[in-house]
């Protein structure tokens, strides 16, 4: 009985181990898709897409698009970070939060004035007061009229 319950312990403490090397690892990232998705290279050569978690930034072909796409390049592109795994999406990608040494690059994206705090999907509530803090210094976006200012859940509805 002891014997049992020793390797049934023992498997249930190496189980919660491999869950957990799991849910953060390095890779280097091989491909900037837009503002808030990469491509990277995890050990074994296997290439992973990573989508942001809390952020969304403007679709390629409306205002700041582009510059969103250069901002997340300019701080990742061929660089080794670290994913933190909070979720998998519908489309199979990894919902992460990206570090580059101590930067975390999701909160940079959003504090550059990059992109905004996706609302419908934000657990990191220090989004919302850096998205606040760039409208109000006028970083990135916030310095396009209004009208170009869409959010892109709104513009992907349309």
């Not at 491999?18 to 990232?29: M, P």
């Not at 091989?30 to 491509?39: A, L, Q, R, S, W």
């Amino acid at each position: 009985m002891k014997i049992t319950y020793l390797l049934l312990v023992s498997l249930l403490c190496n189980t919660c181990l491999a869950t957990q090397d799991t849910k953060t690892y390095q890779a280097k990232v091989v491909k900037i898709t837009d503002g808030d998705t990469i491509k990277v290279l995890k050990s074994g050569n296997e290439q992973v897409k990573i989508r942001l978690a809390g952020i969304d930034c403007p679709e390629k072909k409306q205002p700041w698009g582009t510059k969103a796409k250069h901002a997340i390049s300019d701080l990742v592109a061929g660089k080794t970070v670290m994913i933190e795994v909070i979720d998998i999406d519908r489309y199979q990608r990894i919902i992460g939060r990206v570090f580059l040494n101590d930067i975390n690059v999701n909160r940079a994206l959003v504090q550059g004035g990059h992109c905004w705090a996706y609302t419908r999907y934000v657990k990191d509530k220090v989004l919302f007061t850096l998205q606040r803090e760039a409208q109000a210094s006028k970083k990135g976006l916030w310095v396009l009229p209004e009208v170009e200012r869409m959010p892109p859940w709104e513009w992907r509805r349309q």
